[in-house]
């Protein structure tokens, strides 16, 4: 028994050392010479601390962020949930044709290899078995849901107009994002704007890219939501005869209703104005009388969006911060239902009240969007480390939160991280860098072994691949 004992002590000490001089290893290396870092690692079975290192500290979390936001989600909204976009005719004006927005982000988008134009053909397929086409209509677009602040106020100017960027209302399309191509064969001369797809009415650009020879996108568009102006810096790759960029669409509502309208009219509709409630909505709000200008009658049609578990998976896989940032404001209107109420600012609180009621300490969490782009975003690994155990054990949607992380060495924005080592397959994470920042938190799972880990390195001097093989290094030694 005293042996079995002594024997047991041995292990643990050495366990414990072994794990102290991989984090001295890591801490210390040369590339994170004058860099912010926070660990925590904590054993699931037990809920103890294996690692901790400014584990309190409030760091810069980028897309690790993304883990607050979609974890909340699920935990409130549920797995099987989903956003629904009506097509109905209004019940004091049969002329017109409205279309009702929740917040979708998934309507016309890429992510999921579908027909982008589905909605459109449905929608109109649906119309014309319901409507008689003589007479002339009108189509209204209440994309009002989350109103017209659709990005973080925090959000820098190099970032906005870009598509990782996009705004998000009450009404999405197309990802919010369209593709500006361009001609560089004349190597001599600036890129030659092409088109737009989707194509934009009114859309113009300020074009002052060059052209490079490394083969690299360095190409950025910059402009303001609602302004059809925009600037075009940096450079792109020549000699091709079709090369494109991505931007955000200026106003999604007014484009999903011209859209409708181009295949209404194709099918033989009259189709006169098409307006969205924005002007409406800004007139309201300066209104005693807040009651909206149209009445929902018939719905005639209802495209429904994927389900949440499917959505967060696209945003924990491959990072998309548009879908994020409508699930922030879908978070917020669930909480606070007044239009007028800012649903960003709600999402943030409701996320902050709702981790303080399941016992995880809050007090490191500085949101100022749900996506981690804002610089301003900050949270602890321990906060991190908590709300994944919490995950783990007890959350109902355990399966669904477990599994809409990427796998080391095989899964979007972890592709190449861990590849080819003992632990590729056996991380499920989240990854996060922006400028200075890399981070990275989910569980490591090995055996008998089962890991909760976050690791954040900010304002590292060092080249990034330099900073993600010394967080590689560290995991293989846990």
């Given at each position: 028994m005293q042996k079995n004992l002594v024997l047991s002590v041995f292990l643990f000490l050495a366990s414990f050392g072994y794990s102290q001089t991989a984090l001295q290893q890591f801490i210390t290396h040369p590339a994170l010479k004058h860099a912010s870092v926070g660990i925590s690692v904590t054993d699931m079975k037990t809920g103890k601390?294996?690692?901790?290192?400014?584990?309190?500290?409030?760091?810069?979390p980028a897309s690790v962020l993304k883990l607050v936001t979609t974890a909340t989600a699920i935990e409130v909204l549920g797995e099987n949930y989903r956003y629904k976009t009506d097509l109905a005719i209004d019940a004091n004006d049969p002329s017109r044709i409205l279309v009702i927005g929740s917040g979708d982000p998934t309507l016309g988008s890429e992510a999921f290899r579908e027909n982008p134009n589905a909605f459109f053909i449905n929608g109109v397929d649906a119309l014309k078995k319901s409507l008689p086409v003589d007479p002339e209509y009108f189509i209204y677009v209440v994309d009002n849901l989350f109103g017209y602040n659709g990005i973080s106020p925090e959000w820098t100017w190099i970032d906005i107009g870009n598509y990782y960027a996009a705004g998000a209302y009450g009404i999405s399309i197309f990802d919010n994002s369209y593709r500006l191509f361009f001609n560089t064969t004349d190597k001599n001369g600036c890129p030659k704007i092409l088109r737009t797809e989707p194509a934009i009415k009114g859309l113009k650009f300020l074009n002052s890219l060059s052209l490079n020879n490394t083969g690299l996108d360095n190409g950025y568009i910059y402009g303001v939501p609602f302004s059809y102006d925009r600037a075009v810096r940096g450079d792109i790759p020549a000699g091709r005869v079709e090369f494109s960029i991505k931007g955000d669409i200026p106003d999604p509502g007014l484009l999903l209703g011209e859209t409708l309208a181009a295949y209404l009219s194709r099918a033989g509709f009259k189709i006169g104005k098409?307006?969205?409630a924005r002007s409406d909505y800004f007139s309201l709000n300066c209104s005693s009388d807040r009651s909206q200008p149209y009445h929902i009658g018939r719905v005639i049609f209802t495209q429904l969006s994927r389900t949440l578990k499917e959505i967060i998976h696209e945003i924990n896989v491959e990072s998309n911060n548009h879908?994020?940032?409508?699930?922030?404001r879908t978070i917020g209107r669930y909480s606070n239902k007044d239009i007028y109420a800012d649903p960003l600012e709600a999402g943030i609180e409701y996320v902050k009240?709702?981790?303080?009621?399941k016992g995880v300490d809050v007090s490191s969490l500085q949101m100022y969007d749900g996506c981690g782009l804002a610089p301003q975003d900050a949270v602890s690994a321990l906060f991190l480390d908590d709300l994944l155990v919490y995950m783990y054990n007890k959350s109902n949607y355990s399966i669904p939160f477990f599994d809409s992380l990427?796998?080391?060495?095989?899964?979007?924005?972890?592709?190449?991280?861990?590849?080819?080592t003992r632990l590729s397959g056996k991380v499920s994470a989240k990854s996060g860098s922006i400028g200075g920042v890399q981070c990275y938190a989910g569980y490591l799972v090995d055996g008998n072994k089962m890991?909760?880990?976050?690791?954040?390195?900010?304002?590292?001097?060092?080249?990034?691949?330099?900073?993600?093989?010394a967080i590689e290094q560290f995991l293989l030694s846990l």
């Open positions: 601390r294996i690692v901790s290192y400014n584990a309190d500290k409030s760091l810069a098409v307006e969205t879908y994020t940032e409508h699930l922030i009240e709702f981790w303080k009621r990427p796998k080391a060495g095989q899964d979007g924005t972890l592709q190449n991280f861990l590849q080819n890991l909760a880990f976050t690791v954040m390195v900010n304002k590292f001097n060092g080249a990034r691949i330099q900073v993600k093989g």
